[in-house]
Nanobody, 116 residues
């Protein structure tokens, strides 16, 4: 499974960005795709996750501001980020989970920088 993340950039506080995670390769029975982020000096944390059953969950810090959704026809999962804050600054990664084999796949990161 290959995951291609894109859409990061520099934005002012209060602005918005949309990240994309395009999946290719052997994507059969991928059970969930999630977005994680890692700020300098901090551990990687879950931001949002969507399952194949379209259930979603979010970190408390982004609830009401971020939305994760998918386009099945494009094998792409998006993270719409609104009302961005400087504390959202991080490298964002997408990952995919395949429960049948306990496999986890990671894409490369995309930098999001929010200026105050």
């Amino acid at each position: 499974v290959h995951l291609q993340a894109s859409g990061g950039g520099l934005v002012q506080a209060g602005g918005f960005l949309r990240l994309s995670c395009a999946a290719s390769g052997s994507i059969f029975r991928i059970n969930a795709i999630g977005w994680y982020r890692q700020a300098p000096g901090k551990q990687r944390e879950l931001v949002a996750r969507i399952t194949s059953g379209i259930s979603t969950n979010y970190a408390d810090s982004v609830k009401g501001r971020f939305t994760i959704f998918r386009d099945g026809a494009k094998n792409t999962v998006y993270l719409q980020m609104n009302s961005l804050k400087p504390e959202d600054t991080a490298v964002y990664y997408c990952n995919a989970e395949r429960l049948a084999t306990m496999a986890v796949y990671w894409g490369q990161g995309t930098q999001v920088t929010v200026s105050s």
